[in-house]
């Protein structure tokens, strides 16, 4: 299969790409600069690198092309890139913080799925997946609304794509809900207070990426992480388990 993914040079996505790889399949992944690359040299297998912004739909486009050239068509296409906010109350945010973290998390998702859909309604198939993140269940947590905001849109379009797409029976839209994993994004704007949490919900990249790879690659539409069930496992777990990180 040959999969292609956003924001694939660190965190989840190089995850991603690595349990991918690790399969046997093609991976083609993005990265926003040069430099996005250099800490990939432990790959293995069949891969190839783009430099993307993906708020730019004809970046995207130029990218998957070669790809399909390369590696033929998309089976999976997978919107990872996103960023998060600053940690601010919104009449304190800068309007070029909130204008990115939209137009990179909405417009951004929003282009990686137009051009995907577009390439699979010619090939007849394929998966879209978008990756979902806090306030995507709509929970809402202060100096978050943002980042929380473009989430919450991220599972409303997902669901309504499918919807305009029901007449393309082998094109599916999906959604990965990853819970807390120690990332950049999540470790970058992190208190004492929240890493009480994260130390009890939170994983390593290596510990979910498998268990998304599996699951899409069965094709399972809606992707879950962190259940209910492990939600009160690791609750109970942590009374015992001393904390995995500190600030």
Do not use: C
């Not at 979910?208 to 009160?232: A, D, G, Q, S």
Request: glycine content about 8%; aromatic content about 8%; proline content about 1%.
């Amino acid at each position: 299969m040959h999969i292609f993914i956003t924001g694939g040079s660190r965190g989840i996505g190089k995850g991603m790409v690595k349990e991918f790889l690790k399969r046997g399949h093609k991976v083609s992944f993005t990265g926003t600069t040069e430099k996005s690359f250099t800490s990939i040299n432990d790959l293995q297998g069949e891969y190839n690198t783009y430099i993307v912004d993906v708020r730019d739909i004809t970046s995207i486009e130029v990218a998957l092309n070669d790809a399909v050239v390369k590696f033929g068509e998309i089976d999976i296409f997978i919107n990872n890139a996103g960023i998060d906010q600053d940690r601010a109350l919104l009449i304190d945010l800068d309007s070029e913080n909130i204008k990115k973290v939209i137009d990179t998390n909405v417009i951004g998702m929003i282009n990686g799925t137009k051009v995907a859909l577009n390439e699979m309604i010619k090939q007849g198939h394929g998966y879209v997946y978008n990756m979902e993140g806090l306030g995507s269940d709509d929970r809402m947590i202060k100096e978050t609304i943002i980042y929380g905001s473009s989430k919450r849109l991220l599972r409303y379009f997902s669901n309504a794509v499918n919807k305009e797409m029901k007449d393309y029976e082998n094109i599916v839209v999906g959604t990965l809900s990853p819970g807390m994993v120690f990332t950049d994004l999540l470790l970058n704007n992190s208190t004492k207070e929240s890493m009480k949490i994260m130390n009890i919900l939170g994983n390593e990249v290596e510990e979910v990426t498998p268990f998304l790879v599996e699951n899409m690659l069965k094709k399972k539409r809606k992707i879950y992480w962190l259940t209910t069930r492990k939600v009160i496992a690791k609750f109970i777990k942590s009374i015992f388990v001393k904390p995995k990180r500190s600030l």
